[in-house]
């Protein structure tokens, strides 16, 4: 059984089964409870407990998960930390004691909309029908609202297609699209088939082409700067306070990138500071980067210097999926940015003629994200306003991932696995150009309301754990 888990914003408590009953099992934090007509109760889970169980289990059914369950306390439990169930049943010959028979998230986005997902009853206890009282739970949980008597207009799930006739009975009878797993060579991609654009990424020669950073030293550095002017030059004790605050969180964001610089890089900055370390780390990475790919013919990719504008993430996502989920867009892409040494990378493309009229920064036209899984690495989301500007995002993730691999092996195969819909006629061109086949078909199937969106944008939808 697979659907997949979601994200949402934070839940507030309320039952989770048709007919509840508070249970004595232990989990921190946790809400138990009970069907009347069945001895399967569920627990809510803690953060460590759905990172160990969720990552497990999706191993165990080869769903590829991210590495080490890393993105489900980064990102996805975050989403709706009330929104992760294990159901469990009474062990026998051991009074009071519980084994773990069903796993399955019901992540809550707002008031509007819920997605279904990490759906898995343990082999040996299915057609038992823990399977079906573990989805009703999960349901409960997705359609639960702030207001007595109104449910959630949406709920949306990405289902294997052995499952669909099963969906469909549990009134998932809307159709979003399918989605085509493409699954492609990393490293042909650098060097064969886009070996051109590859290089031309490396000597930072694609237009607006940019890293996704994490309240980059520079950020809050403007942040700073714009504190102080706008405390003025004249009350020194009004002005402490903002300078002071904003100093601290330079410090304390310098401080962060030194560390995981200097784990990544293997360098000893005990003796160096401030711009002296920035100095250092950015000579040793391109050494090291420019020995290890000079028979590549690549050379390392050029220091960033422009930004990316956060604010309009979030409503591309929703524009091109529907999912409206602004919090979660924003913890996705963090856990994925500014983070080398674990081989999670991000990137975007700016738009050199047009500025947003709010901020004022450069229209963001396209973002995307990479991650290690067990046995690839999984590419999502892949959003582009043109075939063009998505390819771009595709071979920068893939030469960012070779780099990594060169310099700190992980050992995962460098593979690309995407999620693509199947209405996007351009995504499927493009992957079909490159020769990457479809190696795992799913449903994307809602409950309800089918959120409004344009999927001309999605060449890679974020995850099927999460929508």
């Given at each position: 059984?697979?659907?997949?888990?979601?994200?949402?914003?934070?839940?507030?408590?309320?039952?989770?089964?048709?007919?509840?009953?508070?249970?004595?099992?232990?989990?921190?934090?946790?809400?138990?409870?009970?069907?009347?007509?069945?001895d399967i109760i569920f627990q809510r889970c803690s953060d460590k407990e759905?990172?160990?169980l969720f990552f497990n289990w999706s191993k165990t059914e080869q769903w590829n998960p991210g590495a080490k369950g890393a993105d489900i306390p980064g990102a996805m439990f975050k989403a709706d930390p009330q929104g992760f169930f294990m159901g469990k049943v009474p062990k026998k010959d051991s009074p009071g004691e519980f084994e773990t028979v069903s796993m399955i998230s019901g992540v809550r986005y707002g008031e509007e909309q819920a997605w279904i997902g990490f759906y898995v009853v343990a082999p040996e206890h299915r057609g038992r029908g823990y399977g079906l009282k573990s989805f009703q739970n999960a349901m409960k949980h997705a359609q639960s609202t702030s207001t007595d008597g109104v449910i959630r207009p949406s709920v949306g799930l990405d289902g294997v297609m052995a499952q669909v006739?099963?969906?469909?009975?549990?009134?998932?009878?809307?159709?979003?699209?399918?989605n085509e797993r493409r699954h492609g060579s990393a490293s042909d991609l650098v060097h064969k088939q886009e070996?051109?654009?590859?290089?031309?990424i490396s000597r930072d020669e694609i237009p607006g082409l940019v890293d996704l950073i994490v309240r980059d030293k520079l950020v809050l550095r403007e942040e700073a700067k714009k504190q102080e002017?706008?405390?003025?030059?004249?009350?020194?004790?009004?002005?402490?306070?903002?300078?002071?605050?904003?100093?601290?969180?330079?410090?304390?964001?310098?401080?962060?990138?030194?560390?995981?610089?200097?784990?990544?890089?293997?360098?000893?900055a005990d003796a160096l500071v401030g711009s002296d370390f920035q100095d250092a780390v950015e000579s040793a990475f391109t050494a090291a980067t420019t020995a290890v790919l000079a028979p590549l013919s690549l050379a390392p990719t050029?220091?960033?210097?422009?930004?990316?504008?956060?604010?309009?993430?979030?409503?591309?996502?929703?524009?091109?999926?529907?999912?409206?989920?602004?919090?979660?867009?924003?913890?996705?892409?963090?856990f994925h940015a500014d983070h080398p040494e674990y081989h999670r990378f991000t990137a975007a493309v700016l738009s050199q003629d047009q500025?947003?009229?709010?901020?004022?920064?450069?229209?963001?036209?396209?973002?995307?994200c990479v991650r290690p899984a067990e046995s690839s690495y999984r590419v999502g989301p892949l959003y582009a306003a043109t075939p063009k500007i998505a390819k771009q995002l595709l071979v920068k993730l893939a030469c960012d991932m070779v780099q990594a691999e060169k310099i700190k092996p992980l050992g995962v195969p460098l593979e690309m696995d995407i999620d693509v819909p199947d209405t996007n006629a351009e995504a499927?061109?493009?992957?079909?150009?490159?020769?990457?086949?479809?190696?795992?078909?799913?449903?994307?199937?809602?409950?309800?309301?089918?959120?409004?969106?344009?999927?001309?944008?999605?060449?890679?939808?974020?995850?099927?754990?999460?929508?």
């Open positions: 059984m697979l659907t997949n888990t979601p994200a949402a914003t934070t839940a507030t408590t309320e039952a989770t089964a048709t007919a509840t009953t508070t249970s004595s099992t232990k989990g921190a934090g946790a809400t138990a409870a009970s069907t009347a007509d069945s759905a990172q160990e006739d099963n969906y469909r009975r549990s009134g998932f009878t809307e159709v979003g699209w399918l070996k051109d654009l590859a290089e031309k002017e706008k405390a003025g030059a004249t009350a020194s004790a009004s002005k402490a306070p903002a300078t002071t605050t904003a100093t601290a969180d330079v410090t304390s964001a310098e401080k962060e990138n030194e560390q995981r610089n200097q784990s990544f890089l293997g360098l000893k050029a220091p960033v210097t422009k930004l990316a504008d956060w604010a309009q993430l979030s409503p591309m996502e929703q524009k091109y999926t529907g999912l409206k989920r602004p919090g979660f867009v924003r913890d996705w892409v963090q500025k947003d009229p709010e901020s004022g920064l450069p229209v963001v036209l396209g973002y995307a499927i061109k493009l992957f079909d150009g490159l020769g990457w086949p479809n190696t795992f078909p799913s449903l994307r199937m809602w409950n309800g309301k089918v959120p409004k969106h344009d999927a001309s944008g999605v060449f890679g939808i974020t995850t099927l754990e999460v929508g």
